[in-house]
C-alpha cells in the first residue's frame, strides 16, 4: 500500500511481478548460487535466468516502458528476488545504449537476442582508476586508419564481465579532452584482443574485469556521435538512477515485511517482541523512511517520464535516498532479528550482502549529493542574475531621485 496514486493496472501489475518472480525465476536464481558450498564467489551469469525473463516478456519491456514503470517492475522483483531484479536490470542497462543510440543494424542485430533473453548485455563503464570520476576514464582509442581504432587499456567492476555477449563500451578518442573526447563503442565480445576475468565479490551477481589488447573497433560499431559518448553513458545512467533506487526500496520492503512478522511471532520479555516500545519504534522508523524513498523515486520516474528539466537532480535525489534508506532498513531489521539474521541462506543475510554495493555503483551518494547540489545551485543562478540586475535598477534609480532625474 503506498499513497502514491498508481492505477489500478498498476498494481496488478505489480502483483503479478511478484507472483511471477516467486513462482518462477526464484527458483532459477537458486539453482544459479555459486563459490564453496553456495558460499558468495566469483558468481556467474546465470543464463536460465535470463532466458526465464526474456520468455516472460520482462526483458522487452526494458526498452517499452516507461521510468515509472521500469521502477515498478524493478522494486517488484527486488522484493521477491534481488538475482532476478539485477539480471534484467543488467539487460537494461547494457542494452539501453543500443536501443537510443543504435544504428539500425546495430538494434536489428542486438535487440532482439536482449529482449528474448539469448543474448546478455554489459555496460563498461569504469575503469581501474576511473569509478565515480566517470569523465577520467584513460581506455585508448587509437586511430587505426580511416573510421576505425585500437582499444588499448582495461574496464573493471563491469557487470556481466567477462561472460556477456556484447559490451558498450566507453573509450577516449580525443587525448585531454575530458567527457567531450569519450566514445561509445558496441563491442561483440568474440572480437579478437578482448579478454576479461571474474572478480569474488560480496554480492552474488557477475562482476568482472576486461582487458583490450589492441582491440579494432570501426565507423560501424560507433554508438552515437564520435567523442559525444559521455552523453551515451550520462542519458543512461539518469534513466537507471532513479530505479536503482526502486531496486532499494524493494529490499527495503522485504526486511520490513520479514521484521513485521518476526517481532509480531517472537516471545520476548514475557509478551511479544513488537510489544517493546524500543522494538515497534524502531519498525515504525524503518517503514517511514521505505515509503519516503518510494515515493521520492516514483516522484522521480513520473518526472522523467514527463520529461521535466530537472531530472539530474531528481534521479540523483531518489538514489541517494533510497539506497541509503535501504542500507538503514535491511541493517536495523538484522538488528532485531538477532543472530539469525545473519544465518548463511537467511533472507535477511541475503539482503545484507546485496544492499550494499547500490550505495556505491552507478554512482555513489557522495556523487550524488555532488550532482544534488550542482542543480540547486544551477537553478538559482537565474534568480541570482535578476537579483543582481534589480539591485543595478534601484541603485540607478536611487541616483535619478538624488539628481532629481525621474526614472523611465
Keep these: 500500500m503506498t499513497a502514491f496514486s498508481l492505477n489500478p493496472e498498476q498494481i496488478t501489475r505489480c502483483d503479478r511481478l511478484r507472483e511471477q518472480a516467486a513462482e518462477r525465476l526464484r527458483p532459477l536464481a537458486e539453482k544459479g548460487v555459486t563459490g564453496a558450498e553456495g558460499l558468495p564467489g566469483a558468481a556467474r551469469v546465470n543464463r536460465p535466468l535470463v532466458a526465464a525473463l526474456g520468455e516472460l516478456g520482462l526483458l522487452e519491456d526494458l526498452f517499452t516502458s516507461g521510468a515509472l514503470d521500469l521502477c515498478l517492475m524493478r522494486e517488484s522483483l527486488a522484493r521477491v528476488c534481488t538475482e532476478a531484479e539485477t539480471a534484467l536490470a543488467l539487460q537494461g542497462l547494457g542494452g539501453h545504449p543500443v536501443h537510443a ?24 563503464l569504469s575503469e581501474p ?44 578518442t580525443s587525448p585531454d579532452a575530458g567527457a567531450r573526447g569519450v566514445t561509445a563503442f558496441l563491442v561483440p565480445a568474440d572480437r579478437a584482443g578482448l579478454t576479461g576475468a571474474p572478480l569474488a565479490m560480496l554480492s ?47 529490499m527495503a520492503q522485504a526486511a520490513l515485511d520479514a521484521t513485521l512478522a ?20 524502531q519498525v515504525a522508523e524503518m517503514a517511514t523512511r521505505t515509503e519516503a524513498a518510494r515515493l521520492l523515486v516514483y516522484a522521480a520516474a513520473a518526472a522523467y517520464d514527463r520529461g521535466e528539466p530537472d531530472i539530474a537532480g531528481r534521479a540523483a535525489m531518489a538514489k541517494l535516498f533510497a539506497t541509503e534508506t535501504a542500507q538503514f532498513v535491511v541493517d536495523t531489521a538484522v ?23 547500490p550505495r556505491i555503483y552507478e554512482g555513489a551518494s557522495e556523487v550524488q549529493r555532488t550532482v544534488i547540489a550542482k542543480e540547486l545551485y544551477k537553478a538559482q543562478e537565474p534568480s541570482a542574475a535578476r537579483a543582481k540586475e534589480l539591485h543595478q535598477e534601484n541603485h540607478e534609480n536611487q541616483e535619478n531621485l538624488e539628481k532629481g532625474t525621474p526614472s523611465a
Design 204 to 250: 552474488p551477481h557477475p562482476i568482472g574485469t576486461l582487458s583490450f589488447d589492441g582491440v579494432r573497433v570501426g565507423a560501424d560499431d560507433v554508438l552515437g556521435e564520435v567523442d559525444r559518448g559521455f552523453r551515451v553513458a550520462m542519458t543512461t545512467l539518469n534513466r537507471f538512477r532513479p530505479s536503482v533506487g526502486a531496486f532499494a526500496v524493494g
Design 101 to 124: 543510440y543504435g544504428t539500425p543494424a546495430q538494434r536489428g542485430r542486438w535487440l532482439p537476442a536482449v529482449g528474448a533473453g539469448r543474448a546478455v548485455a554489459a555496460f563498461a
Design 335 to 357: 538488528q532485531l532479528h538477532g543472530a539469525r539474521g545473519l544465518l548463511h541462506g537467511h533472507l535477511l543475510e541475503h539482503l545484507y550482502r546485496e544492499v550494499r554495493a
Design 129 to 172: 582508476g576511473a569509478g565515480s570520476d566517470a569523465a577520467a576514464l584513460a581506455l585508448s582509442a587509437a586511430p587505426d586508419g580511416p573510421s576505425a581504432w585500437r582499444l588499448t587499456g582495461e574496464k573493471s567492476w563491469i557487470s556481466n564481465a567477462p561472460e556477456a555477449d556484447f559490451y558498450t563500451v566507453f573509450a577516449r
Design 262 to 281: 518476526h517481532t509480531a511471532a517472537r516471545d520476548a520479555f514475557g509478551g511479544k517482541l513488537k510489544d517493546l516500545q524500543a522494538v515497534s519504534h
